[in-house]
């Protein structure tokens, strides 16, 4: 199970939702904390994970790859952007040492 840490969560229940997690709890024979606890962390996975996956269509992967491998021209703004961002990077790195 998880490794007691000293750090403590606190909120408040209805009686109802209290129930409810209760026997959910025993079900599965864990405290209600261990049960809790589990389903918060299967919960912050999932959300982690759809947030950082991006699902492309076939035909969206494909226009993808033909991009990188055919990137088309730099135009104007693309090379006004660049030269913003190395300026930037520059200001940063001289900042730090």
Do not use: C, W
């Not at 408040?12 to 026997?23: G, Y």
């Not at 990188?68 to 520059?90: D, H, S, V």
């Amino acid at each position: 199970m998880l490794a007691h840490t000293g750090k403590r969560l606190t909120t408040r229940i209805t009686d109802h939702v209290q129930d409810k997690l209760q026997m959910a709890a025993d079900l599965v024979g864990a405290t209600m904390n261990q049960f809790v606890v589990q389903a918060a962390l299967e919960k912050a996975d999932k959300v982690i994970e759809s947030e950082s996956t991006i699902v492309l269509t076939r035909r969206e992967s494909l226009r993808l790859l033909e991009l990188i491998e055919n990137p088309p021209p730099r135009n104007e703004k693309f090379l006004q952007a660049m030269n913003r961002y190395q300026g930037m990077k520059n200001s940063d790195l001289s900042t730090t040492e």
